[in-house]
């Protein structure tokens, strides 16, 4: 069992993450990693009230997305406001789970 | 076993037996030595031991905890925690604690009992400037064989023994793992398959590594799960290494077997082992990988840094 075939890993052309804005909500589909983390800062920066992020379509998260959803949290917080995920799914339930991070965020189902 | 009556501070107490009856006759003995100070008792051993223990304090039996260790246990790694956790439970309750802590057992693969050894090694860090308790580790001199068990030796600063407790006078000192385990890994099987990455193709390294777990084997839940701990190992290499890294990935009999090579050098002896808080922003990649993997082992020596990671299929 090897890779072969597959060693050829050039970056991809499609965007792996989605940042749809709409009604006070942003809506993320694809993958919240470290190379995206940083989209979501540029959205923190121009919202006043609470930041809902809906997660439906993140098919890939991992501890460094979380952090990057806690500084969101963090600068949230310090306006007043908070961070709200909305309807996670599986894959970031799991790893708020593993990363040991359930009671971190307001969730909203 | 008799003990001092007043320790002045954490004994990690190695206890060779060489049969089931010496075990029972002393872990009890050492439990009951606990219960009558009305100190926390936590028994961390493969499960049937918790049976036989169980059934020899009687009435005593409900006011011990239990853990099986070859469950709990499987990653060596996941041990500490749950010491932590027992300690930091009974110092706020303002009770004292003891243990007993059978994980390195003949079921074992030689990958595993070093991370055993590892494991008893960095519980000295952990406790020795905390708190006096006492925990008992024993280990079957015949099943397993004198060099383990003279390793297993070799980390436990006090034994206990039919004298009683003594220290040890060849326990290695409070050394870091990546000072005291020298053996470098096995290589990888040959035509282990191979990849390089970076940052940007972090995205390209998971659909290779998807592809690899399901090829080598996996369901689909643990492909997804190999695959978050593959990137968990990239993203650290990302951040902490000279950019990028190298995967590898194969298979050894019924095991998936990853590594990610990078420029990087681990410094924290105890990384991984310390349940995050829940605001904590950094530092939680190794504890994910830690709670996916079956085994886990770190080796950081001259500025190259290999992190192993294993996954039954």
Redesign the interface.
């Known amino acids: 069992l090897t890779l072969s075939g597959v060693v050829d890993i050039s970056p991809m052309e499609q965007l792996p993450l989605e940042i749809v804005a709409g009604d006070g909500v942003f809506t993320l589909r694809g993958e919240l990693d470290m190379a995206t983390a940083d989209r979501l800062s540029e959205i923190v920066e121009g919202t006043t009230g609470n930041l809902v992020l809906d997660l439906e379509g993140i098919t890939f998260i991992n501890s460094s997305g979380l952090q990057a959803v806690l500084t969101a949290q963090k600068a949230a917080r310090a306006r007043g406001a908070d961070v709200v995920l909305r309807r996670p799914s599986r894959v970031v339930h799991r790893v708020l789970e593993l990363a040991s991070m359930t009671e971190t965020f307001v969730i909203e189902e | 076993v008799t003990t001092n009556p007043e320790p002045d501070g954490f004994r990690h107490l190695a206890f060779p037996y060489d049969d089931e009856g010496r075990f029972l006759s002393t872990s009890l003995a050492f439990i009951r030595g606990g219960l009558s100070v009305n100190e926390r008792v936590l028994v961390m051993v493969p499960a049937a031991k918790i049976d036989s223990i169980r059934s020899a304090l009687g009435d005593d039996a409900g006011t011990v905890d239990y853990v099986d260790v070859s469950e709990v246990g499987r990653n060596p790694a996941r041990i500490l925690p749950e010491w932590s956790a027992f300690a930091a439970e009974a110092n706020e309750e303002g009770r004292g604690l003891r243990g007993i802590a059978e994980p390195m057992t003949v079921e074992r693969s030689a990958a595993a009992l070093a991370e055993c050894l590892l494991h008893e090694l960095l519980v000295n860090t952990a406790f020795d400037s905390g708190p006096a308790w006492e925990l008992l580790c024993p280990i079957d001199r015949g099943a397993l064989g004198a060099p383990v068990v003279e390793q297993h030796h070799h980390v436990h600063p006090f034994v206990s023994s039919a004298r009683g407790v003594e220290p040890n006078p060849s326990y290695v000192g409070d050394l870091s793992p990546f000072e005291w385990l020298p053996d470098p890994l096995p290589p990888p099987a040959t035509?282990?398959?191979?990849?390089e990455?970076d940052?940007?193709?972090?995205?390209?390294?998971?659909?290779?590594v998807d592809?690899?777990g399901s090829?080598?084997g996996l369901s689909p839940e643990r492909s997804?799960d190999l695959?978050?701990a593959v990137?968990?190992l990239a993203?650290n290499s990302?951040?902490h290494g000279t950019s990028g890294g190298v995967f590898r990935?194969?298979?050894e009999n019924d095991t998936v077997m990853c590594e990610v090579t990078s420029e990087s050098t681990f410094t924290d002896p105890m990384v991984g082992r310390r349940?995050?808080?829940?605001?904590q922003?950094?530092g939680?990649?190794l504890?994910?990988v830690n709670?996916?993997c079956d085994l886990v082992q770190i080796r950081s020596s001259d500025g190259t840094s290999v992190v192993r990671v294993e996954m039954r299929a």
């Open positions: 035509g282990a398959g191979q990849v990455f940052l940007s193709t972090l995205s390209a390294l998971r659909a290779s592809a690899f090829r080598a997804a695959v978050l990137d968990e993203c990302v951040l990935g194969w298979r349940r995050p808080s829940v605001d922003h950094q939680r990649g504890w994910v709670q996916l």
